[in-house]
């Protein structure tokens, strides 16, 4: 199981961006955390959720 935002989920194997379209979140405007480190965009497709790792997803909003 995987944490993300607080809820658990069965995303143990599934790619950051696996996990990002099955919450239907977009990629472009949002910064995801693992574990308390950062994500880089572009590594997205290429980690791996492993069992137990904390995600945090924060969504950008724009404003003025």
Do not use: C, Q
């Not at 069965?10 to 239907?24: P, R, S």
């Amino acid at each position: 199981m995987v944490k993300v935002n607080g809820e658990s989920y069965d995303f143990a194997g599934f790619t950051v961006l696996e996990m990002l379209e099955k919450l239907g979140f977009s990629a472009e405007r949002i910064a995801v955390e693992i574990n308390l480190e950062i994500v880089p965009k572009a590594s997205y497709s290429a980690t791996t959720l492993k069992d137990e790792d904390t995600v945090e997803v924060v969504s950008f909003v724009g404003g003025g």
